[in-house]
């Protein structure tokens, strides 16, 4: 069962725990994330770098099992940005290399009749241009310059568009936007919380 808000479709049912919140400005990017790691049974720890880290050229937000964030974190390397067409990089070059990653460590999976998949969704920063890359390997764009992932994206997508957050002319305003969104996310989501971190992209 899914739902669609704001050009993105959701799952209703969502393993993704997390909230993860970016929004795309003119020449600069900012993403947002909680730092709560939840289990099915209620555990949650406070992650102290959160879920948002950098490797080589990139940005990377993820939502969903911590086994995903440490392979991309600490056991893969981004490969160059080396095509002006950054939707062509993803397609022909990051998915295929993250891939082949969660290829090597078992970290895929296959039910019958669908798509090769992993457990996180993905939100990503190239040279200022946000992507979602979701579960399966797809991906998707957002026109309106906001993007949110993880169980608490509802609420988080809810209260960006009630701002407008997508027309913000600065990193400030963004920022603040994205704190009160991950805020009401973590309110009504039992599965976000904690410290809420940022990167800036603006290079």
């Not at 725990?17 to 970016?22: E, L, V």
């Not at 020449?27 to 994330?33: C, D, L, S, Y």
């Not at 939707?87 to 460590?105: E, G």
Request: aromatic residues 10%; hydrophobic residues 40%; negative net charge.
């Amino acid at each position: 069962m899914i739902c669609l808000l704001a050009g993105f479709v959701l799952s209703a049912v969502s393993l993704t725990m997390t909230t993860i919140a970016a929004i795309q400005g003119d020449g600069w990017a900012v993403i947002a994330g909680d730092s709560q790691s939840s289990d099915g049974d209620g555990f949650a720890v406070n992650i102290p770098t959160g879920k948002i880290f950098k490797n080589n050229e990139l940005i990377i937000a993820g939502a969903g099992q911590v086994r995903g964030i440490n392979l991309l974190e600490h056991g893969w390397d981004a490969p160059a940005v080396k095509l002006k067409n950054i939707d062509k990089y993803v397609t022909s070059i990051l998915v295929p290399s993250i891939r082949k990653c969660f290829s090597m460590a078992d970290y895929e999976y296959k039910r019958d009749g669908e798509s090769v998949e992993n457990d996180n969704i993905w939100i990503v920063c190239i040279q200022n241009q946000i992507y979602r890359i979701e579960s399966d390997y797809s991906w998707e764009r957002n026109s309106d310059n906001i993007y949110v992932a993880g169980s608490g994206e509802r609420f988080a997508l809810g209260a960006l568009e009630a701002l407008n957050a997508g027309s913000v002319e600065t990193v400030t305003q963004a920022k603040n936007y994205l704190r009160k969104a991950i805020k009401i996310a973590s309110k009504y989501d039992a599965y976000s919380g904690g410290d809420i971190k940022f990167v800036v992209s603006n290079g």
